[in-house]
């Protein structure tokens, strides 16, 4: 959020430094290609322009890589996620960490996923061949309609050849006889001519032999156009007028013009193809029954994996549930709440991606109290103190190097803020860090260290600052929280002693 970056800077660094090294995260670096080290170091760097930048261990990093770290190292609950305690999901969640079914939710989200995706693909199969059927009258009647045609490549263009040569017939027969008069007619023809002349040259070139070239010249002219007037008239027999098979191939364009507007295409080829692609369509139609068949037996065999591996959950869930209920019940007693009961009622609905679970808290503080939904009947302080009872549950469960508590123990005092301490002082042993933010001298006195937070100001900004408080300012701070401004001797004396009680602890 660029509302970090003080106004007139550039940039924001926020950096954070942790000691890993007893908690086994080395896989975590190895999939996300990012250099290992016992001490791991967090930085975002926020620009004023509104880019940023995420570093892990000085190597650039994405913001889900960040997170997805960030969320192995530190939890922070604040007042704000006591109201998750409301919601199904939490609630859901909080049997699963107990219950250690993350490879189980991860296959069983792989299998939801490909039961979805098939259900999907079936139903759109199922519109589909609906439309198609729908259609299916249609494209048959276009389909017979171009295989009555018969039609072949390449005969359009044959049949306009031969109706323009029918069309005119007369015209190309009389003018093949006028040639072919020209070049026979027995007194006038060129040929008859021709050949009188090549007789000539060739009795001239025994005495003229200068004459030999143009009198074998005058003969090839002589006998291609004899092959010529031949060809000719060969043409002029063949060439008849036949008006009913000029109409017949009149007939059949027109049926080809007809078929190539009604389906907006320029060649018999596209129609051909047009018919093959009707051919396929059908095939496709007459098909869909037996695609659905199979497609729904894949489907069906599917769901029987989903019910199959959310049984499993359930079964897992429903155990934990009565160790959960057990737990809550022991926790809850100390921190005031004698008479209370505390039930994990898990239901069932339709597959989802967590299952077909439901899960509600319920909750009663009073011996006499029906049970309800912890959300209905809980105060916000018997929510403060649920809350911290579920965390210290999950911190068993789960590795989590650093928990924050932000002020979870407002609307609690006295003897209940020194069980809800004990709790906290529970959860920090190990390799776990607890941080509390507090406002009571019960719960602050029971840190190792302190730090306070304070604020400020100069001539022309106020200023954040945190620092750790040596031994003396421990027990002032702490008699502070106890007597309020006015410091008393009698109020460091009980703080010396709360701080000697935690030394003990």
């Not at 660094?13 to 080395?26: L, N």
Request: hydrophobic share 40%; net charge negative.
């Amino acid at each position: 959020d660029i509302k970090a970056i003080r106004q007139g800077a550039a940039k924001c660094v926020i950096e954070a430094r942790f000691d890993i090294a007893a908690y086994r995260m080395q896989a975590f670096f190895e999939e996300n290609e990012l250099e290992y080290d016992d001490e791991c170091i967090l930085r975002r760097e926020l620009q004023s322009s509104g880019k940023s930048r995420a570093f892990i261990n000085d190597i650039p990093a994405s913001l889900l890589q960040m997170k997805e770290l960030g969320e192995q190292l530190i939890d922070i609950h604040s007042q704000h996620q006591n109201l998750l305690l409301n919601k199904e999901g939490f609630q859901l969640n909080v049997l699963d960490i107990l219950a250690h079914n993350g490879e189980a939710l991860e296959l069983y989200g792989k299998t939801y996923t490909e039961w979805k995706r098939l259900d999907k693909e079936l139903n759109d199969l199922i519109v589909q061949a609906e439309q198609d059927r729908t259609d299916e009258e249609y494209i048959r009647f276009q389909l017979e309609q171009l295989d009555e045609a018969r039609l072949t490549a390449g005969e359009q263009e044959i049949l306009e050849s031969e109706v323009t040569l029918l069309t005119h017939a007369e015209e190309i027969k009389t003018g093949l006889y006028r040639v072919e008069q020209t070049l026979t007619a027995d007194a006038s023809g060129l040929l008859p001519r021709l050949k009188e002349s090549f007789t000539i040259l060739a009795n001239l070139q025994k005495v003229y032999p200068a004459i030999k070239d143009l009198a074998g010249r005058m003969e090839g002219c002589y006998i291609e156009l004899k092959d010529q007037a031949q060809e000719i008239g060969n043409k002029y027999e063949k060439t008849e007028f036949n008006p009913t098979r000029l109409e017949e191939a009149n007939e059949r364009l027109n049926l080809i013009y007809s078929l190539q507007q009604k389906h907006r295409v320029q060649t018999v080829e596209e129609l051909i193809s047009l018919a093959e692609d009707y051919r396929k369509k059908l095939s496709v139609i007459t098909s869909f029954d037996e695609h659905i068949a199979e497609l729904t037996k894949q489907r069906d065999a599917q769901y029987d994996k989903v019910k199959q591996q959310a049984g499993e959950l359930t079964g897992k869930r429903v155990a934990v549930a009565r160790e959960v209920e057990q737990e809550m019940s022991t926790r809850l007693i100390p921190l005031g709440m004698p008479n209370i009961r505390f039930q994990v009622e898990v239901g069932v609905k339709e597959p989802g991606t967590t299952g077909m679970d439901t899960v509600n808290f319920l909750f009663s503080a009073n011996k006499n109290g029906a049970l309800q939904p912890i959300s209905s009947v809980a105060s916000g302080g018997e929510i403060a103190r649920v809350m911290l009872s579920v965390k210290a549950m999950i911190a068993g469960a789960v590795q989590l190097p650093t928990i924050v508590f932000d002020e979870i123990d407002t609307g609690v005092s006295g003897e209940i803020a020194d069980r809800m301490a004990d709790i906290m002082q529970e959860m920090s042993r190990g390799n776990r860090q607890v941080v509390s933010i507090t406002h009571l001298p019960q719960i602050a006195a029971r840190g190792q260290m302190h730090y306070k937070v304070y604020k400020q100001d100069n001539e022309s900004e106020t200023n954040s600052h945190i620092r750790r408080l040596t031994d003396n300012e421990r027990v002032e701070e702490i008699a502070q929280m106890l007597s309020g401004a006015q410091l008393t001797e009698a109020a460091l004396n009980n703080a010396k002693e709360l701080l000697r009680i935690t030394s003990l602890f």
